[in-house]
């Protein structure tokens, strides 16, 4: 399974200890060095597949570009906006944060911004009643348009605001921050006493079994830029992944270097859900040998496909033919108006190819990772090929 091979990580920012036992005792070793300049990270990264880190470490496109070996960043936190995402995904580095991050401080602390705008309006109206719209911002600044708040609040259409994140921090047009119906933080949702220790203990122990749940292979929890890949990690879909894989690899080598569309069909209802993560799957097959696309893996698939020429397209039949011994599901690539189709089920782990365009293999074929299959067509008459 893809990401399984991380042996060392680098922790950039403090996180406390526990994060360093949780992936130490899962067999990672583990390296610390904080306040690193941007030359200092990369060149501390040059030996680590992984990465953890909080705020203060910007994970830039030259971090990453430079980065070889980096495979897994992970963010003790929620926010991701000091990591280029556009960056991991070309170079299909898998983007990792903590979700649940700081959520209850931040939920403490808008309880309490609700109640001082509450408070700011009753004041001033002698005590009755507030019927009029609030609103507030504690989380990422972006999220509500900045110069369409400001303009609402003369017509009232918005009374009052409560703002901790703002789009540009610190924020130099301060038209908001005075204006008198807005109470405003300086993003200080996480900084009382008791947020920093949740986020030391918390988040730093919470992306750590994540990154050892990742490479031991057990669930996948918290992508931030490959979300489909959440379910490749059951072990329902392992070997599905597994046969889709090796079904794009026998087409690349069947079909040369194909162009056009690439057709993937589930089929059964235990694949119903399976096609979003099998698709990617099917693409490093397709590109995994090609030199221009060494690097593909299952984050950055769907990306790399497009500059191949490719389209890939999925469907599923919640039915499958009853042809003996195929199981629970079976799944076919096949290449648009030309006659490549192969088709394979899952039997136990093992992939298992059930035939090459309509015509069935009695037995069936095991697809084993370096197991070379000798192709030829009676009819017309060519010579034998074979596959890797």
Known sequence: ????????????????????????????????????????????????????????????????????????????????????????????????????????SAAELTCGMIMSVHDKFAERQHLRPVQEHAHGELRRGGIVDEGALLRALPSRQCTGAALDVFTEELPWDRALVDHKNVISCPHLGASTKEAQIRCGEEIGEEIAVQFVD?????????????????????????????????????????????KGTIQGVTQGLSLRNARNCLSPAVIVGLLKDASNHADVNLVNAKLLVKEAGLNVTTSHNPIVPGEQGCGEGLLSVALADVPYQAVGFVQGTASVLQALNGAAFRPEVPLYRGLPLLLFRASPPTLPCCLP
Request: with cysteine; glycine share 8%.
């Open 214 to 258: 990742m490479v031991k292979g057990r669930a996948l929890v918290g992508v931030v830029n490959a979300q489909a890949l959440t379910s490749a990690f059951s072990p329902h879909n392992k070997p599905w992944m597994g046969l889709a894989e090796a079904l794009g690899t026998l087409m690349r080598a069947w079909a040369g270097s194909p």
């Open 1 to 104: 399974m893809a990401f399984a091979n991380l042996q060392e990580v680098l922790i950039s920012d403090s996180l406390d200890p526990c994060c360093r036992k949780v992936l130490q005792d899962g067999g990672l070793q583990v390296v610390e060095k904080q306040n690193l300049s941007k030359k200092e990270l990369i060149a501390e990264l040059q030996d680590c597949e992984g990465l953890i880190f909080r705020s203060a470490t910007k994970v830039t496109a030259d971090v990453i570009n430079t980065a070889e070996k980096l495979q897994v960043v992970g963010r003790a936190g929620t926010g991701v906006d000091n990591v280029d995402l556009e960056a991991a995904m070309k170079k299909g580095i898998l983007v990792m944060n903590t979700p649940n991050g700081n959520s209850l």
